[in-house]
């Protein structure tokens, strides 16, 4: 039988049609609920995140009560609950250099039904680095008599610094309702290294909207904060402050009027330092009266390089698709920023602006992802091409972290003062549980088949590694990153750190040799996670202690 020109010519056209598409990222929802509203996530090991709520009513049981602590298990998509004694709502958190995880401050209120809340105002909460895949007796340390904050700090933020310890910044007294009008504006360490706060003159200016103030430690050791509309960089050795540029247009970024920051990846040899802060509102810290939950939020993107030069110039203002409060920001291990929860209007805090819905301060729920590419031209950096919609709305109290397997945990949201669920409630307590998976992990990917244990600094490693057939093309784009997972709260990812590493693959593939960073200050010491991306296909992350392992200096 002989065919056409014309009859080839649409075989072949029909054949192109139903070959299969490139698979795109995918919002994944999980069978499983989270039992505990995650307002705060922080990853613990290559399978473990734990979780905190308020010391509520969720329906997550444990010794007869309400659980506010639990861990969700990445391989298996299941929780499990953690005792904890003090009020972890509004908390903030990092690791230490010996892979501890310090959840520090809270709220100082109990909830009726449950007597055996503590208040957690001054409260450190420890889970020490867990062993057992799944958290088998893996549990919470708590003494508050004795293991406690210097000052009471609700809403604080802390970062892991070049000595492996906790800088804890601000916060509140007492559990306020909008504006922060009983300041804790110091600074402290965990462990404690000073007996007394440090006094801060840069958190009384940026008063009153100051609540999680926006913080990074700079490759030099020194940290960038932004509060309000202000920013500084602080010196903690010196303990002085050098004022830097307002954020452009008056707008506001950090609680109740909420946008995000992040400290983009830096890069050998030099380690650059460059900030972006995306979101918030532009307002002034007015009469919450005077606000609304249809308050439009900002489209603006503002970020600064910290060099003398850069600080001179300013920020550079670029905006995002839409106006968001309350997004987050995280590192993708190629180097790019996602961009995701959030609204298009209001402000954080719970029922104490007009119009309220329901309970929310805020409304239109921002649903689709975008990605930043920060060597990309001014003005074509983001993008939400191919990114599609949740169909939760995380708005306040929600949260999101990268995980080792290279996707993104999304969890929570909850503006109310409890657990509140049922019909016609359009921003209720929520508890289901999503991953937002890249395009890499539907195909064939680059594998780290084995690391050290502990990497010392400025030292080369080379470890054996598998790379799939299709990886394998002359001049592909290999990225070497090592990173630290944050902690999320209050759109705000505290301690994310994307280093990127010197590396080569050897000329049989079989082996990757890379470059660890020159010291403390460009990486502070702790757990990091490695992975190897080529050609924008990233690798399961390979879990490491950078540095000795040690536990961080005390006041002792």
Request: proline residues 10%.
């Amino acid at each position: 039988m002989k065919l056409s020109l014309f009859s080839l010519l649409s075989f072949f056209a029909s054949a192109a049609v139903a070959a299969p598409a490139a698979p795109g990222w995918r919002f994944d929802l999980k069978a499983e609920r989270s039992g505990i509203v995650a307002l705060e996530a922080i990853v613990v090991s290559p399978t473990l995140v734990v979780f905190f709520d308020r010391a509520s009513d969720d329906p997550l049981q444990i010794n007869n009560h309400s659980a506010w602590g639990a861990l969700w298990n990445l391989e298996t998509s299941t929780v499990r609950p953690l005792d904890v004694l003090t009020n972890s709502f509004c908390a903030s958190g990092a690791l230490l250099s010996n892979g501890t995880m310090a959840s520090v401050g809270g709220d100082p209120r109990g909830f009726p039904g449950n007597p055996d809340i503590e208040p957690g105002l001054q409260g450190i909460r420890i889970f020490e680095p867990c062993a057992s895949p799944t958290g088998d007796g893996c549990t919470l340390f708590e003494d508050p008599q004795t293991l406690h904050l210097l000052e009471n700090r609700w809403y604080p933020s802390s970062i892991r610094i070049f000595d492996g310890s906790l800088l804890i910044v601000g916060g509140t007294h007492v559990n306020e309702n909008f504006y922060n009008l009983h300041p804790a504006n110091s600074f402290e360490f965990f462990p404690p290294k000073e007996s007394t706060p440090r006094p801060s003159a840069f958190l009384e200016r940026s008063l009153p909207a100051n609540l999680f103030p926006r913080i990074f430690a700079l490759p030099d050791g020194k940290v960038f904060m932004v509060a309000g509309n202000q920013s500084i960089i602080y010196d903690i050795e010196a303990n002085t402050e050098r004022i830097l540029p307002d954020l452009p247009n008056n707008v506001h970024v950090t609680n109740p009027i909420d946008g995000s920051a992040i400290l983009l990846p830096l890069s050998p040899p030099d380690f650059i330092p460059e900030v972006l802060v995306c979101g918030g509102t532009q307002t002034d810290p007015i009469d919450p009266s005077l606000l609304s939950s249809q308050t439009p939020a900002t489209t603006q993107c503002s970020r600064i390089t910290l060099t003398e030069e850069g600080i001179a110039k300013g920020w550079e203002v670029e905006h995002m698709l839409e106006p968001r409060t309350m997004p987050e920001l995280v590192h993708v291990p190629n180097g790019q920023i996602l961009i995701a929860n959030g609204a298009r209007s209001g402000f954080a805090a719970i029922k104490q602006v007009q119009d309220p819905i329901g309970n929310s301060n805020s409304d239109h729920a921002v649903l689709v992802p975008s990605l930043y590419t920060p060597d990309a031209p001014l003005g074509q950096r983001i993008s939400n091409a191919g990114m599609p919609s949740s169909g939760i709305a995380r708005v306040y109290h929600s949260s999101i972290t990268l995980t080792p397997q290279g996707n993104f945990l999304v969890a929570g949201s909850n503006p109310n003062a409890n657990t509140t669920v049922g019909p016609g409630i359009k921003f209720p307590s929520e508890f289901r549980v999503q991953t937002l998976d890249p395009p890499f992990m539907f195909v064939e990917r680059p594998k780290i088949l084995n690391a050290p244990e502990k990497l010392a600094f400025n030292k080369s490693f080379t470890v054996p590694i598998s790379i799939p057939s299709t990886l394998t093309r002359p001049g592909a784009k290999v990225q070497v990153s090592l990173m630290d997972l944050g902690f999320s709260s209050h759109a705000f990812h505290s301690s994310a750190r994307l280093v990127f590493m010197d590396a080569t693959i050897s000329q049989d593939r079989k082996s990757l040799t890379f470059t660890t960073p020159p010291n403390g200050r460009v990486f502070p010491p702790g757990p990091a996670t490695i992975f190897l991306t080529i050609d924008d296909v990233t690798s399961e992350g390979a879990w490491v202690m950078m540095g000795s392992g040690n536990p961080p200096p005390t006041l002792e």
